[in-house]
């Protein structure tokens, strides 16, 4: 048998395991579109949840605020000494408040916030829901006579969608104080003269849309960690399987629709500081 | 409005799983009022019977009518209305382990009705009292014993005072105490409030107590339906097996 056979032989299988493993990923896709549009629908659909949403909302945002509190000092007092680095050299460090915002409103604060939610709160819904699923309960939940998709589904995503801008507002506002926590060691700056320094060149708009656009980030998570906890199945390791995926496929997703959110707020707002 | 005489009517229901045919042509009626058992080796769709009753499931072919109301012919609304007037008591009860079990049994009663506060706990307590858990109300579901689980189970199913019932395995897991105590709740609550039941269960002595009549599935088909002697007479291989296993004279099965 000639070598070019032998890797025909060999590729044969490959080329099989590739293609069921891109109609699966295809058919995925399809099953996560249909939840997401339906997740849509349900939205403007009564009973609207109100309590259930409210209670996820404490859920998903007031418990992750120590965590977006303690990254967005972190973060700042980071961007803070990285700016400084780069400034120093030009004889700039007057722009680092400017910089230092510029960069969390636009960038950092929305995007570090939607990847640190996507850990957290992902993989709790996912591993929450998936336990729901393998027990029953979601089956309890229909036969009590409760629409389950819009109970834990639809209510999860709203959270999501209401948390976010409000936590990405808060990773906002505390990456400026680590920066200035940062500055004030080194150079003294007054808290007063840094911030006015800050948001000197902002116009509300520059947050205004990198914040709304969390929404969306809210949603991505929300649709897929509910998606993939609402079809776990095999036990404990299907729960465990669907929190890891929430988390990676939501934070996969989210820095992917990021690239095109930028890009729709350039072309919406040109003359802008960002 | 004349009163349907059967509350369920399973009408050459089949229903399939990845191929594999679980449920064929199957038939049978529940008159209202009365208790039928759904027996059957485990994976001969007794599970399945009840989850395609409460709409949880769809049959592939075949007709089910919930007092003369087909179900599939229902949209999503009319099947919330239909599933208020029923309960589900779950093999493993499926209680929801983030709420207290007065917070479980008052799930239903807070979302479909408009008691008040003090309304929603003296029911909560009257129907805990019923299955001898109304000192139990804090407790969460994991600080439970599978039986009280199952009570538990049982209370949230009866809030809303459906007047059918599906029960899917009451026994199982269970002490034959705490097994004679479910099925005489089970009875009591037959005589006292005309409850039609579908109990499934592999459990023979409790099937001939609750059950005014037995269905007996293996391999997709009803092969016994009647009352109780009907069992006793049966030549099926299966249905013998059953028997011996009840009296313990079971000593080999056929797989």
């Known amino acids: ?274 | 409005m004349s009163v349907p005489v059967q509350a369920i009517r399973f009408e050459n229901v089949s229903k399939s799983f990845d191929g594999r045919r679980v449920l064929e042509n199957v038939s049978f009626d529940v008159p209202q009022g009365t208790a039928c058992c759904v027996m059957g080796r485990s994976g001969t769709g007794k599970s399945v019977t009840l989850k395609l009753l409460m709409g949880l499931l769809k049959p592939d072919s075949g007709r089910i009518y919930v007092n003369d109301t087909e179900l599939a012919a229902l949209d999503s609304r009319e099947l919330v209305e239909i599933r208020k007037t029923m309960g589900f008591l779950f093999q493993y009860s499926a209680l929801f382990d983030s709420l207290s079990v007065a917070e479980n049994v008052a799930f239903p009663l807070r979302r479909h009705t408009r008691m008040t506060e003090g309304d929603i706990q003296a029911s909560v307590r009257e129907r805990l009292a019923e299955v001898g858990l109304d000192n139990e109300l804090d407790k969460m579901p994991l600080d439970l014993s599978g039986g009280m689980r199952k009570r538990v189970g049982l209370a949230r199913a009866l809030a809303l005072e459906p007047s059918i019932l599906l029960v899917d395995e009451p026994s199982s897991g269970l002490d034959p105490i705490t097994t004679l105590e479910i099925d005489n709740l089970l009875m009591n609550l037959k005589a006292a409030k005309h409850t039609t039941m579908v109990v499934v269960t592999h459990n023979i002595p409790s099937a001939r107590r609750i059950g005014d009549s037995l269905v007996v599935l293996h391999e997709g088909h009803i092969v016994v339906q009647g009352k109780a002697e009907e069992l006793d007479k049966s030549k099926h291989e299966v249905v013998r097996q059953f028997m011996e296993s009840a009296e313990g004279r079971l000593t080999h099965g056929v797989i």
């Not at chain 1, 998709?149 to 999860?156: D, G, I, K, N, S």
């Open chain 1, 1 to 274: 048998m000639s070598n070019l056979d032998q890797l025909r032989r060999r590729g044969k299988p490959r080329l099989i395991d590739m293609t069921s493993a891109f109609r699966r990923l295809c058919s995925e896709a399809g099953l996560l579109s249909v939840f997401a549009s339906r997740t849509i629908r349900g939205v403007l659909r009564r009973p609207f949840e109100l309590k259930e949403i409210v209670h996820q909302i404490v859920e998903i945002g007031w418990r992750s605020l120590p965590l977006v509190i303690m990254s967005g000092l972190a973060i700042g007092v980071v961007l803070s000494m990285h700016t400084r680095a780069t400034m120093d050299r030009f004889g700039a460090e007057a722009l680092i408040p400017t910089a230092l915002a510029i960069a969390l409103l636009s960038e950092t604060g929305p995007l570090m916030t939607g990847l640190l939610v996507a850990g957290r709160v992902g993989a709790g819904i996912g591993a929450e829901l998936g336990g729901m699923k393998i027990t029953e309960q979601i089956d309890a939940l229909e036969s009590l006579a409760v629409d389950s998709f819009h109970y834990l589904a639809v209510t999860r995503v709203m959270a999501c969608m209401i948390a976010l801008p409000i936590l990405t507002t808060v990773m906002n506002f505390s990456g400026l104080i680590g920066g200035y926590l940062a500055e004030t060691v080194i150079s003294g700056v007054s808290l007063r003269a840094y911030f006015r320094q800050a948001f000197q060149d902002i116009a509300f708009a520059d947050y205004v849309l990198p914040t709304l656009k969390t929404t969306v980030f809210g949603f991505i998570i929300g649709t897929v960690s509910s998606y993939l906890g609402y079809t776990a199945t095999g036990g404990s390791e299907g729960v465990g399987r669907a929190s890891t995926r929430s988390v990676v496929l939501s934070s996969m997703l989210l820095i992917v629709v990021n690239v095109v959110l930028v890009r729709i707020i350039q072309m919406l707002v040109r003359d802008h500081a960002l």
